[in-house]
C-alpha cells in the first residue's frame, strides 16, 4: 500500500492530523480512547471513534470547530 504524504494547510489541520494520528495508534494497538465524552472500547472501534466525531460535527454551531472535526474524521478514513 502506498501512502501520500498530508502537508497540513493550517494550524487546524495539523492539530487533526495529530488528533487523528492519536485515536489510530490507540485503536491499533489495542488501548482504550476517550473521544469527547465517549469511552471507545469495543472491537469496531475506528467506525464508534468516526461517528462520534460526526455527530459532534453536526451538532456543532461553529463553522471553525466543524471544519476541524471534518479534518479530524478524514484522518481517520484515510488511516
Do not use: H, N
Not at 485515536?23 to 465517549?38: E, M, T, Y
Request: hydrophobic share 40%; glycine share 6%; aromatic share 8%.
Amino acid at each position: 500500500m502506498r501512502y501520500e504524504p498530508v502537508i497540513p494547510r493550517s494550524r487546524d489541520e495539523l492539530e487533526a492530523a495529530f488528533g487523528a494520528a492519536e485515536i489510530l495508534d490507540a485503536i491499533r494497538s489495542g488501548r482504550d480512547i476517550w473521544v469527547f465524552d465517549q469511552y471507545i472500547w469495543d472491537p469496531d472501534s475506528l467506525e464508534r471513534a468516526r461517528k462520534v466525531l460526526i455527530e459532534k460535527r453536526d451538532a456543532c454551531s461553529d463553522p471553525d470547530r466543524a471544519a476541524f472535526l471534518t479534518s479530524l474524521i478524514r484522518g481517520l478514513e484515510k488511516g
